[in-house]
């Protein structure tokens, strides 16, 4: 069989699929579908509690955790100066800086979307409302 005849035959399966009438591997368990969820829901007070905590309490904590074994493995680096230990010791707090300096920067990202998401929801409601405006003023000319 020639690629042109295969590529025929897969083009005549696709085109008798898409003719075909939706079908579903189940039924859902209480009309008006839905994942087992039914309604999305958004809080923006615990969104804002949620992004204040990031702020006001992991961050620092974070920070002061951090902090805390800083004046220790300086003072140890500088002991064991000229010795491969103060080189190991030493990249491996500069590891754990990039670590530290990496989760601040993902809870700064976290804390973010937390206060944004609420403005993106509304807005995302507000883009699918305008979008059946066609379809409303088709409706509507009828």
């Known amino acids: 069989m020639s690629f042109d005849d295969e590529w025929t035959q897969h083009k005549t399966v696709a085109m008798e699929h898409q003719s075909s009438s939706t079908r579903l591997n189940q039924v859902p368990a209480e009309p008006g579908g839905g994942g087992g969820q039914s309604d999305l829901a958004t809080t923006p007070a615990k969104k804002k509690a949620a992004a204040n905590t990031i702020e006001n309490h992991i961050q620092p904590d974070v920070k002061a955790a951090a902090d805390a074994g800083d004046e220790g493995t300086n003072g ?12 190991g010791l030493k990249k491996a707090h500069d590891h754990w800086d990039g670590q530290v300096k990496r989760l601040m920067a993902r809870l700064d990202s976290e804390k973010g979307a937390l206060r944004d998401a609420s403005t993106l929801f509304s807005n995302n409601d507000i883009v699918t409302g305008y979008s059946f405006a066609p379809t409303q003023s088709k409706i509507s000319g009828l």
Do not use: L, N, S, Y
């Not at 140890?76 to 080189?87: R, Y």
């Open 76 to 87: 140890a680096v500088a002991e064991f100066k000229g010795w491969d230990t103060a080189t």
